[in-house]
């Protein structure tokens, strides 16, 4: 269960949100909207713990998974409790193979090669890019690389998938793909967190979480 | 042929080590030779490859030319009263050079037969650390990421109606110079981007990884590798034992 | 104005699949176009081709009856605007403000008017409170409004925008859609390429086209 207390972020001094407060259990899936500009992805980014301590940011609050505070997790630790999607692939894929992208997290996590097969396998299946499999990633079109960027986060298996604007340039029979890989990775007891500006995203999920000037959150 | 990216590894850094150590032009022609060799056995296209690079090549013919003027000694070849233009040091270090650099490039060619993946697993199982490994692998990449970006810009302001062949000189040297901020400015972004998604994905989470592809030496493997050091070994005992063919001659 | 599309085709080597297959169509000025198709289908790729920046394996584009192979891709862009699907790619200026003065700048054709036309941009596009920042620290719907408000400076009579709405919210959607609505009610005509059903549902009077296997249906 992810449970965020009295979550803040300034960035040189200037408040992005403030009295953020809210729970995630297992299987339930948290949409996130708001205006463009209103923290969405900062709220990615400190969800995972992968905001950097610099002197301009100024993060405060608590994150638990699980009853554990994030600040207390390792790499390793976090990796088996939350997984980061993107909003641009292009800021996440860098190997020049499809299937070197998806085993780079499983590689990391020292997960052993029959078990990586495994789930390469199973991923490039759930994701509908088996046909990808021997393509390098300079020739993906954004919509493919967007697949590939979740791909890639799934092989991890994280108890919290974030997914940060997914849809955004996928063609419709994919999102619908999608819609449908989230609902299953949380019917399988993994809760999902989507970033989104689009109102079928908002279809799948159990909770709504709106940012900007007021932040609320509405089941 | 197929082989280990291991046993590749070892043949150019072997045959680069090789020329550097080589007394004279004779020794180091005949490790362009052996360099020739090992590559039409791996199966790699030298010509096309070569064609890729073909800036960096002329480059290089271009210093073999500077170095054989510009190196004195011996006897003179091309000159005029006193002054010597050309002489035969100057030509032998020239060549020497030039085949040198002939074998790093044919050795580069070899790493061409396999791909980034496999050569970066081959260093990792040799004992390099993968964040070197890694680094290594990133850096190289970002080259390409650099020019695409580049370009990707300049075809942005060509889709503002600005013909960039058009503008005079001195307008086009601030357009470029205008690009390069914000080129390095995406990279070094996308690069800390970068970083925060491979920290993501468990990067230097621990001591150990795994790896997905498994690499084991072959019986073939094993004597491809056993001819290069027999090789290794009877050239260098020639080369110091012998010594140099030219002063012999 | 018409841009003329005749058996068009392309691939990016002997050895790819052709990516467009005889593509034939005609878009007119006064109309919107929701281009959509699966991802990989070429729709990128046949923005590229109209603006000049990939040549065709074959066929013809004609822009108001003239063979376009004779027109460079500058002079394309001067009468139609393009944005690329990753804006970041196509902001370089110190500054949002240099950003919009750039090619006044460089074709030493700024004035006051200019200056003027660019400050209202700003405010229309709702980008004058970042007029001083970098684009490259801007959000990535923040990118794709900059990109737009340099498109609106230049007069041109066609749109081709790809995936323009992919990070908006739905306050800039409505922005879009308004603008290219007004776009087109003077004249002017645009092709999106878009997968956003959101937007496409909004857009009054749309022409809904799907590129698939290689041409348009």
């Known amino acids: 269960m992810l449970i965020v207390k009295d979550l803040a972020l300034k960035y040189n001094e200037k408040t992005i949100f403030e009295n953020l407060s809210f729970k995630l259990g297992k299987g339930e899936i948290l949409a996130v909207k708001g205006k463009n500009g209103s923290g969405k992805t900062s709220l990615c980014l400190a969800l995972a713990g992968l905001m950097r301590n610099e002197e301009k940011i100024n993060l405060s609050g608590d994150i638990f998974y699980d009853g554990k505070n994030i600040s207390g997790l390792s790499i390793f630790e976090k990796c088996l409790e939350v997984g980061l999607v993107f909003q641009n692939p292009e800021n996440q894929i860098f190997s020049p193979l499809v299937t070197e992208e998806m085993v780079f997290a499983p590689e990391n996590l020292a997960i052993l090669r029959e078990e990586m097969a495994r789930r390469l396998q199973n991923t490039l299946k759930i994701c509908g890019i088996e046909h990808l499999k021997s393509k390098k990633t300079s020739e993906l079109s954004g919509g493919e690389k967007q697949l590939l960027a979740l791909a890639s986060v799934l092989t991890m298996q994280p108890k919290l998938l974030i997914v940060d604007e997914i849809t955004s340039r996928i063609d419709s029979d994919n999102k619908e793909k999608v819609h449908g890989i989230l609902k299953d990775y949380a019917k399988q007891g993994n809760s999902v967190i989507i970033v989104t500006h689009s109102e079928k995203d908002l279809e799948i999920a159990d909770k709504l979480l709106l940012m900007g000037e007021k932040t609320k959150s509405e089941d | 042929m197929k082989r280990d990216p291991r046993v590749k590894l070892i043949y150019i850094l072997l045959l680069t080590t090789l020329a550097i150590l080589a007394k004279d032009v004779i020794y180091i022609s005949a490790i362009v030779l052996v360099t020739i060799i090992v590559n039409i056995c791996l199966g790699t296209n030298i010509l096309r490859a070569i064609k890729r690079i073909s800036f960096y090549v002329s480059f290089i013919v271009f210093i073999t030319l500077v170095q054989s003027l510009t190196v004195k000694g011996g006897t003179p070849l091309i000159y005029i009263g006193s002054f010597v233009f050309v002489s035969t040091t100057g030509i032998i270090f020239a060549l020497e050079f030039l085949l040198r650099m002939l074998v790093i490039i044919l050795s580069g060619i070899i790493a061409t037969s396999t791909d980034g993946r496999e050569m970066a697993d081959g260093m990792q199982k040799m004992g390099v650390p993968y964040e070197f490994v890694f680094m290594s692998g990133i850096a190289l990449r970002f080259f390409p990421i650099f020019s695409d970006e580049f370009r990707a810009r300049l075809n942005a302001i060509t889709m503002r109606g600005i013909n960039i062949k058009k503008l005079p000189f001195r307008k086009k040297i601030r357009l470029y110079g205008y690009l390069m901020s914000p080129t390095i400015s995406g990279c070094v972004l996308r690069s800390e981007q970068l970083s925060i998604s491979v920290e993501a994905r468990g990067f230097r989470a621990l001591q150990h990884r795994t790896m997905y592809r498994e690499l084991k030496m072959g019986l073939y493997d094993w004597l491809f590798l056993a001819v290069g050091i027999v090789f290794g070994a009877g050239f260098l005992f020639v080369n110091y034992y012998i010594g140099s063919f030219i002063s012999i001659l | ?217």
């Open chain 3, 1 to 217: 104005m018409k841009i003329e599309i005749k058996d068009l085709s392309f691939r990016y080597s002997k050895k790819s699949p052709r990516v467009l297959e005889n593509l034939s169509y005609i878009f007119e000025g006064g109309n919107i176009y929701f281009l959509e198709g699966k991802n990989g289908v070429g729709k990128t790729t046949l923005g590229k081709i109209i603006m000049g920046l990939l040549k065709p394996t074959s066929g013809y584009i004609y822009f108001d009856g003239e063979d376009s192979s004779k027109i460079k891709p500058a002079d394309r862009a001067k009468k139609i605007g393009y944005m690329f699907q990753n804006p970041a790619l196509q902001l370089f200026a110190p500054t949002v403000f240099d950003e919009l003065a750039f090619p006044f700048e460089i074709m030493g054709t700024m004035d006051e008017n200019i200056k003027d036309n660019i400050q209202k941009a700003l405010k229309k596009f709702n980008l004058y409170e970042a007029k001083d920042r970098s684009p490259l620290t801007m959000s990535y719907g923040e990118m794709q409004r900059l990109a737009l408000a340099g498109i609106s400076l230049r007069n041109v009579d066609f749109l081709i925008l790809d995936e323009p709405s992919s990070a908006l919210d739905e306050e800039g959607r409505n922005f879009l859609i308004s603008y290219l609505e007004d776009f087109s009610r003077n004249g002017g005509g645009v092709i999106l390429f878009s997968h956003d059903e959101d937007t496409l549902s909004k857009i009054n009077g749309v022409i809904e086209l799907v590129l698939d296997n290689g041409s348009i249906k």
